[in-house]
């Protein structure tokens, strides 16, 4: 069974760094796509970066340049480093995982999903 653990997630002020964590079992951990997405209070679950089993990386615009995505096949862990932080970079982030294909930022194409960790962000 697929079990993903987010962790990393706090409070900072506007251009603070975070890392969030993703530990990944019972899978494959190394054959499978990840990706990170996040969902604001009112609004649809986003796809933020997304990595496939090759290492090739996607990421949404409006963290391009800020956000990194990248992954630890030894530990079965996803990392998200995420910089200069913005106020309305504030969300739910979900870890997520699906099996074989190419990077996607499409919530739909995933079919597992972590609990989420939150990401509070001031001004």
């Known amino acids: 069974q697929v079990q993903l653990v987010e962790s990393g997630g706090g409070s900072v002020q506007a251009g603070g760094s975070l890392r969030l964590s993703c530990a990944a079992s019972?899978?494959?951990?190394?054959?499978?796509?990840m990706g990170w997405f996040r969902q604001a209070p009112g609004k649809e679950r986003e796809g933020v970066a997304a990595?496939?089993?090759?290492?090739?990386?996607i990421y949404a615009d409006s963290v391009k340049g800020r956000f990194t995505i990248s992954k630890d096949n030894a530990k079965n862990t996803l990392y998200l480093q995420m910089n200069s932080l913005k106020p309305e970079d504030t969300a739910m982030y979900y870890c997520?995982?699906?099996?074989?294909?190419?990077?996607?930022?499409?919530?739909?194409?995933?079919?597992?999903w972590g609990q989420g960790t939150e990401v509070t962000v001031s001004s």
């Open positions: 019972g899978y494959t951990y190394s054959s499978y796509c």
């Open positions: 997520a995982a699906k099996n074989g294909g190419g990077w996607s930022l499409n919530r739909y194409d995933y079919t597992n």
């Open positions: 990595i496939d089993s090759d290492g090739d990386t």
